[in-house]
């Protein structure tokens, strides 16, 4: 593992052709760009997750943070989670991961065209505390990634400023 920056990154591709240009950096663990590929790698980070809280119980703490032994940070990034609405496993696992991964030094960043209630059910979107919008084609869908009620407006944002967003947190 990564220790030297204390980082590991698991990366998600399902429309593949995005993540292809990480594959062979060395804090890269895996870059999958399958279904079934993401539910084994999943499979596998929920066992991590498990381990994890094996070692909170074991020295009494409640963030990786305060162990004795430093462990590395993971990110998870799925691009198009919209893709796994109807893979229940691998949603489970995400699911829990948001719920209980900040403690564990696990967190997800996940990308998809419009965060709704058929791409993320209310209780995942609840727990992605950080939301990042880039231009969007109306007010509507940028109040979808945004919350109702927020001044930022993301379908304002000019096709002229790549890599304008806005942040709520």
């Known amino acids: 593992q990564h220790y030297r920056t204390g980082l590991i990154l698991y990366l998600a591709d399902l429309k593949r052709s995005e993540f292809h240009l990480f594959k062979n950096v060395d ?3 895996e870059c999958v760009n399958r279904k079934n590929e993401l539910k084994d790698m999943l499979g596998r980070l929920y ?3 498990e381990r994890r809280e094996d ?3 074991q020295y009494e703490v409640s ?3 305060r162990l004795p032994n430093k462990i590395p940070y993971i990110v998870i ?3 198009e989670v919209f893709v796994l609405r109807n893979e229940k496993e691998s949603m489970e696992i995400v699911e829990e991961i948001s719920a209980l991964g900040r403690a564990l030094g696990m967190f997800l960043i996940l990308s998809m065209q419009r965060p709704d209630a058929k791409a993320l059910d209310g209780q995942l979107k609840n727990n992605l505390t950080v939301r990042y919008a880039f231009r969007h084609s109306d007010r509507i869908n940028s109040n979808i990634t945004l919350g ?4 930022e407006d993301a379908s304002q944002i000019s096709d002229q400023e790549p890599g304008t967003f ?3 947190y």
């Open 27 to 29: 804090i890269v663990k």
């Open 47 to 49: 066992k991590e997750m």
């Open 55 to 57: 070692l909170l119980d």
């Open 63 to 65: 963030h990786v943070d």
């Open 77 to 79: 990034a799925i691009d």
């Open 148 to 151: 109702p009620g927020t001044k």
């Open 166 to 168: 806005y942040m709520r």
